[in-house]
């Protein structure tokens, strides 16, 4: 009953977290693509803008033109996250597993509802960094699991 409880925790966890930056990502293109469109805004001079740039290629412009493996990569690493989460994981881990979730469902919703043809669809991307590449809410959240687990595993050595 114990290890069931705790699977339920980690779902929810994981699934709450991909929910929520699927959801944020979601408005947060949708407001990009009213009002950046034709005004980018300068927040932070020579630092931060909020654009508009439709990506048909990977995270931070990488892959051009690469939709398609892009998305079934995404499906492919929903489909492990989903299945590596039912086995026992330390918090912060479950925590990035479920931002990664996210970041892909996000961009994997663009790819689909965005396209004409299979998986073609391009990926809004709105913040630009002053040298790096224009990106997404998405794209933040697979960038930060990424830091998160290189963390837990630098500590746990």
Do not use: C, H
């Not at 779902?11 to 930056?21: R, T």
């Not at 492990?80 to 892909?104: D, H, K, M, N």
């Not at 996000?106 to 040298?131: A, K, Q, T, Y």
Request: glycine residues 8%.
């Amino acid at each position: 009953m114990r290890r069931q409880v705790q699977l339920i925790r980690r779902y929810s966890i994981a699934l709450g977290l991909a929910l929520a930056a699927v959801l944020t990502d979601l408005v947060t293109k949708r407001y990009a693509s009213i009002n950046f469109v034709d005004s980018p805004v300068e927040v932070i001079p020579g630092f931060l803008t909020l654009t508009y740039t439709e990506n048909p290629g990977g995270a931070f412009s990488l892959f051009q033109n690469a939709g398609p493996f892009l998305g079934v990569a995404a499906i492919g690493v929903s489909i492990f996250v989903l299945w590596t989460i039912r086995t026992s994981r330390p918090l912060l881990e479950v925590v990035a597993l479920g931002l990664v979730l996210g970041g892909a469902a996000g961009n994997l919703m663009d790819r689909v509802f965005r396209g004409e043809g299979f998986l073609d669809g391009r990926v809004i991307d709105w913040i630009s960094m002053w040298w790096i590449p224009t990106f997404n809410i998405a794209d933040a959240s697979v960038f930060v699991a990424v830091v998160l687990l290189l963390i837990y595993t630098w500590r746990t050595r």
